[in-house]
């Protein structure tokens, strides 16, 4: 490839050529353009709905190392997950945040034995440094024990793992490879792509308006999801050697359930375990399920019969019944897992499968992976892809893992100071949402916050400290379109805001909105 293909440059003209073309707009295709972008390659990204509106993010939102995979021997997985951690917590400290997990011994079940070995390893195999290592808790006496049913859970372990905002994760790794001169189109389906020797035509159809591009690429990959089989067979007309399994999980958020900032790994009868996580200050978070999945992705909804489930799951431990009439919210997503020919869905494998097609134009597919280790099957994906990307992009090898995501160019133990710095800046914000802000944009919280002197200077509130001035900062800066994808992905003020409020700012922002001219 001669650096004369190597172009950049943020939009597209009619027919232009692109040294790659990428398709879906998840974790693993945001990821990806990133990673191909930051290597000189000149990148193009379409989204047939908002970032991040399918999987991304309906996940457990953990950065994990996956403890249970090291049951099923998945140690070469579970070792990238834990090496990423820390990795992505360097990256991303805005977003990304230690959590320690609590794992209460359940008799019957799994043995202490094997708990502890399954934690030993967990602790050695991804060359932990910042993160504090296991220890053993008596229940009887830590504050962990008091919400768990008395005298039936005496023992437990502790161990470390991360959160994640994923759908804002998924955004951030678009507006860096947007800066870096990604080509991003959201609402833009794929229909149709014609392969050639040498390069891909690809037409793309604007969801909203219709409106067509047609673009060339060198390199295809298709980072489709869920829809991964479906790009395939009917979009580019070519048929997989790999199979993709549909695993649906579901999750359900009730009102807090205990003080502590802890979360629980619970076991269950059945060889599935659940977490129960603190979320959004005034919440538990608590999933996920595992069921093979045959319909359409994008109408997946938590079943009845899955948050019976995971009631039932959750009331084995808590002394507090968890009941379903307590379900404030529930969300489900449709993990597109590498069919490995497992009998359960909670078996199959999350490790990922990369199947290269050369011929002619390479079209690389990507089946599987989960959202801790997105950022290693993006590297895996342009060395796969090494003959064709040129020696320049080569060279740049793992150069993601050195560069800070928009908002987050700050030491990992830097967040207090960073709310510290806001709150003195903007003495009348108010403290929840000045540590929202700062959770959610990290630095670039100024960029909403501007000169502004005081709240009505961000223009109208919507409800939940949600100004005029962060609707259009989403807008602006992270393709936000309508309501949902500022209240469920940007954030998860949706906990928080009304049915009528959610329609105001609906209301609002299709006032604002001008359609994106290809």
Same mark, same amino acid.
């Given at each position: 490839?001669?650096?004369?293909?190597?172009?950049?440059? &943020?939009?597209?003209?009619?027919?232009?050529?692109?040294?790659?073309?990428?398709?879906?707009?998840? /974790?693993?295709?945001?990821?990806?353009?990133?990673?191909?972008?930051?290597?000189?390659?000149?990148?193009?990204?379409?989204?047939? +709905?908002?970032?991040?509106?399918?999987?991304?993010?309906?996940?457990?939102?953990? /950065?994990?190392?996956?403890?249970?995979?090291?049951?099923?021997?998945?140690?070469?997985?579970?070792?990238?997950?834990?090496?990423?951690?820390?990795?992505?917590?360097?990256?991303?400290?805005? /977003?990304?945040?230690?959590?320690?997990?609590?794992? #209460?011994?359940?008799?019957?079940?799994? #043995?202490?034995?094997?708990?502890?070995?399954?934690?030993?390893?967990?602790?050695?195999?991804?060359?932990?440094?910042?993160?504090?290592?296991?220890?053993?808790?008596?229940?009887?006496?830590?504050?962990?024990?008091? #919400?768990?049913?008395?005298?039936?859970?005496?023992?437990?372990? *502790?161990?470390?793992?991360?959160?994640?905002?994923?759908?804002?994760?998924?955004?951030?790794?678009?507006?860096?490879?947007?800066?870096?001169?990604?080509? /991003?189109?959201?609402?833009?389906?794929?229909?149709?792509?014609?392969?050639?020797?040498?390069?891909?035509?690809?037409?793309?159809?604007?969801?909203?308006?219709?409106? %067509?591009?047609?673009?060339?690429?060198?390199?295809?990959?298709?980072?489709?999801? #869920?829809?991964?089989?479906?790009?395939?067979?009917?979009?580019?007309?070519?048929?997989?050697?790999a199979e993709v399994r549909l695993v649906q999980g579901s999750h359900i958020v009730v009102p807090k359930?205990?003080?502590?900032?802890?979360?629980?790994?619970?076991?269950?009868?059945?060889?599935?375990?659940?977490?129960?996580?603190?979320?959004?200050?005034?919440?538990?978070?608590?999933?996920?399920?595992?069921?093979?999945?045959?319909?359409?992705?994008?109408?997946?909804?938590?079943?009845?019969?899955?948050?019976?489930?995971?009631?039932?799951?959750?009331?084995?431990?808590?002394?507090?019944?968890?009941?379903?009439?307590?379900?404030?919210?529930?969300? $489900?997503?449709?993990?597109?897992?590498?069919?490995?020919?497992?009998?359960?869905?909670?078996?199959?494998?999350?490790?990922?499968?990369?199947?290269?097609?050369?011929?002619?134009?390479?079209?690389?597919?990507?089946?599987?992976?989960?959202?801790?280790?997105?950022?290693?099957?993006?590297?895996?994906?342009?060395?796969?892809?090494?003959?064709?990307?040129?020696?320049?992009?080569? +060279?740049r090898h793992d150069w993601s893992a050195g560069q800070p995501l928009p908002g987050g160019d700050f030491?990992?133990?830097?967040?207090?100071?960073?709310? &510290?710095?806001?709150?003195?800046?903007?003495?009348?914000?108010?403290?929840?949402?000045?540590?929202?802000?700062?959770?959610?944009?990290?630095?670039?919280?100024?960029?909403?916050?501007?000169?502004?002197? *005081?709240?009505?200077?961000?223009?109208?509130?919507?409800?939940?400290?949600?100004?005029?001035?962060?609707?259009?900062?989403?807008?602006?800066?992270?393709?936000?379109? *309508?309501?949902?994808?500022?209240?469920?992905?940007?954030?998860?003020?949706?906990l928080r805001l009304t049915g009528d409020q959610i329609k105001a700012l609906d209301v609002f922002m299709?006032? %604002?909105?001008?359609?994106? $001219?290809?």
């Amino acid at each position: 490839m001669e650096q004369s293909d190597i172009e950049q440059s &943020a939009e597209a003209g009619p027919g232009r050529t692109y040294d790659l073309a990428v398709i879906g707009g998840g /974790i693993n295709g945001c990821g990806i353009a990133r990673d191909a972008v930051g290597r000189g390659l000149s990148v193009y990204l379409c989204e047939q +709905g908002d970032l991040a509106s399918g999987t991304s993010s309906a996940a457990t939102k953990l /950065i994990h190392g996956g403890l249970r995979y090291l049951e099923y021997f998945e140690f070469r997985l579970v070792r990238e997950a834990l090496m990423e951690r820390e990795v992505l917590w360097r990256m991303a400290p805005h /977003i990304v945040w230690p959590l320690r997990f609590v794992l #209460p011994y359940h008799k019957g079940l799994r #043995p202490a034995w094997m708990l502890r070995l399954g934690l030993f390893l967990y602790d050695h195999l991804g060359g932990r440094k910042l993160l504090p290592p296991t220890r053993t808790l008596d229940l009887t006496r830590d504050a962990a024990g008091k #919400p768990l049913k008395a005298g039936v859970y005496r023992r437990g372990f *502790e161990y470390s793992d991360c959160w994640v905002e994923d759908a804002r994760l998924v955004a951030l790794n678009a507006s860096d490879a947007r800066e870096r001169g990604a080509t /991003i189109r959201t609402r833009t389906r794929a229909i149709a792509a014609e392969r050639g020797a040498n390069a891909w035509q690809v037409t793309t159809e604007n969801c909203r308006n219709g409106q %067509r591009e047609t673009i060339r690429a060198r390199i295809l990959v298709n980072a489709a999801g #869920p829809w991964v089989d479906h790009v395939l067979a009917l979009t580019l007309g070519r048929q997989t050697r790999a199979e993709v399994r549909l695993v649906q999980g579901s999750h359900i958020v009730v009102p807090k359930l205990f003080d502590h900032g802890r979360c629980y790994i619970f076991q269950n009868a059945d060889k599935r375990i659940i977490f129960a996580i603190p979320y959004e200050h005034d919440f538990t978070l608590i999933g996920t399920t595992d069921l093979d999945y045959h319909g359409d992705p994008s109408k997946v909804a938590a079943s009845r019969e899955e948050i019976d489930y995971l009631c039932a799951a959750a009331s084995e431990y808590f002394a507090q019944a968890v009941e379903p009439q307590n379900v404030v919210w529930s969300y $489900s997503g449709v993990r597109p897992l590498y069919d490995d020919g497992a009998s359960a869905a909670q078996a199959t494998t999350r490790d990922y499968v990369l199947e290269l097609d050369e011929a002619g134009a390479p079209l690389l597919s990507v089946f599987g992976g989960k959202i801790t280790t997105y950022r290693r099957l993006a590297l895996h994906v342009l060395e796969k892809l090494g003959q064709h990307i040129g020696a320049q992009a080569r +060279g740049r090898h793992d150069w993601s893992a050195g560069q800070p995501l928009p908002g987050g160019d700050f030491p990992v133990q830097g967040f207090e100071q960073l709310v &510290a710095d806001l709150a003195r800046d903007y003495p009348w914000l108010e403290t929840l949402q000045c540590r929202r802000l700062a959770r959610a944009y990290g630095t670039r919280a100024r960029r909403i916050l501007g000169p502004a002197k *005081e709240k009505t200077a961000l223009g109208r509130d919507f409800g939940a400290g949600l100004s005029e001035a962060e609707v259009l900062y989403l807008m602006r800066e992270e393709w936000a379109e *309508e309501a949902a994808d500022v209240v469920w992905r940007r954030s998860k003020l949706g906990l928080r805001l009304t049915g009528d409020q959610i329609k105001a700012l609906d209301v609002f922002m299709a006032e %604002r909105r001008t359609v994106q $001219s290809p």
